[in-house]
């Protein structure tokens, strides 16, 4: 487990007297997908913004490559390989999806002195470009201005933009929200694959989609990690149940459990 | 974004067009009149350099006639007093320091955002009037005068001469044009093209790895050179250099003038400083109280017009084809 490319220790933050996110410890390894599951403002969506560095930690650390990242910038933890989507759409309305990939890429060769060089006939970038789109499935739709693709294809665009950074982790904020089922298929093929070749931290309502591209789970409740290990385990486990099932199908399951034994004394 | 190819030549004939009137004007005779469109051109190099912050970087500064003033004031107070200054020299001169002025300011004011990045430029403005007008450095409210027009002497070779109203006409024309280009060749550089991301959408160009505040910092400083350009040819016209040139009324004047010619488009910030220039002469040859009247049409065009003049060919094509591109 040290071969770790990113791990969190004690890593929380506080909004007032709210621990939004307490004590979690992570681990991402390349090649294996993590999802943290948790029912809504148990802080999974802190979580990302601790580990992407718009939101800053109040206590713990996040190392990263064997360096202590905590501390840095947003951009500058882009920069070295840690990319993320988000959760509401978070694009360029008026540009068109290839320039959103196309600026995206761009962030991995700045050529900031190159004033008089035309940025869209830089090859390597509008490769780079190119590729994120044709990965998230948008290729086909490259020349049409963002704000006018329908939700879905922007929901794709978030995720091409992070591809097009090449990043080396990936923090995705509900990839599938608000997808359709045809749409949110192709984007958990997408996921199988990217899992291939990337540390990916996935946050995630849908259950079926987690369960089917997951290695690990980590399930939050009210910010802090209620459970942490295997899909097959996650799923038996009984506390894991009782907090994200709810109380109710708790004491449907007690009924079912006391009518099961048949002796109502 | 890239322009349909039809309207991206109408728009190449249009500016081709203007720029024969612009190149023909001179020749008409009026000395009166070269000389207010050498006015006007300064104050377009002015609002284009201003329109590289409001337009493409998203800053709205009110203090941008600081970097002018220091542009003006670089040859007022360089200017020998018993011989002409050489333009090839103190026109450098002016640019750098006004880039060093943005610079420094920049580096403190692009730390902030909206309404604060208003006020805190308009502060530095204050500032920099006031050196030069309470200042012995800058020779109070009177300004300076300057006895002789620079020479663009190279060695002994005079290519032109800057004393002639027709030479400083074309002089500030060649500028203007230039200005122009570079402007737009940078906004499609990697530079301008992340500069127009930040203005867009500054929180996901940090998640994308953007060090925004540098690219805002190298914005602000090119304006700021730009800005001082135009002012260094302001005072090659007019001789003469007073605080006035740094004061908020100028910050407010050029922001009207993107204001009217539409903020976000080149053509817009050059045909926003004629027009500027154009209603003040009308209504102050009508009325002393021509600011009302200034006012008023600025309000009704705002209201009527919000993309500038800039979006008026834009309404026609929507009206006829239905143009679903906002932005």
Redesign the interface.
Known sequence: MSDAILATRGLSRRFGGLMAVGDVALELHTGRLHAVLGPNGAGKTTLINLV?G?LAATAGSIRYKGADITRY????R??IGIG?S?QKT???????AF?NC???A???????L???????A?RP?REAAERALDAAGLAARGDR?A??LSHGEQRQLEIA?VLA?APEVLLLDEPLAGMGAEEAQRMVALLKTLAREHAILLVEHDMDAVFAVADVITVMVNGQVLESGAPAQIRASPAVRRAYLGEDELHAAADAGVTGRGDPT | MPAPAASGNRRTIALGAALVLLALFPLAGATFYTELVTKVMILAIFALSLDLLVGYSGLVSFGHAAFYGVGAYALGLLAPKYEAANLWLTLPAAIASAALCALVVGAFVVRVKGIYFIMVTLAFAQMFYFVFHDTRFGRGSDGISMNFKPVAAIGGFTPFDLANATHVYYFVLAAMLLVFLFLRVVLNSAFGRALQGIRSNEHRMRSLGFPVYWYKLASFTLAGALAGLAGYLSALQFGFVNPELLSWHQSGNVLLMLILGGIGSLYGAVAGAFVFVALQEIYSSVTTHWQLLLGATIVLLVVFLPGGLASIAGLFKRAVVGDPDDE
């Open positions: 992407s718009d910038s947003p951009d500058r882009s920069r993320r988000y978070n694009i360029f309305p008026g540009f068109t320039e196309r600026l995206a761009q962030s991995r060769a700045p050529r900031v190159h004033l008089l060089a035309a940025a869209a830089y970038v201005v704000s006018t933009m950074t």
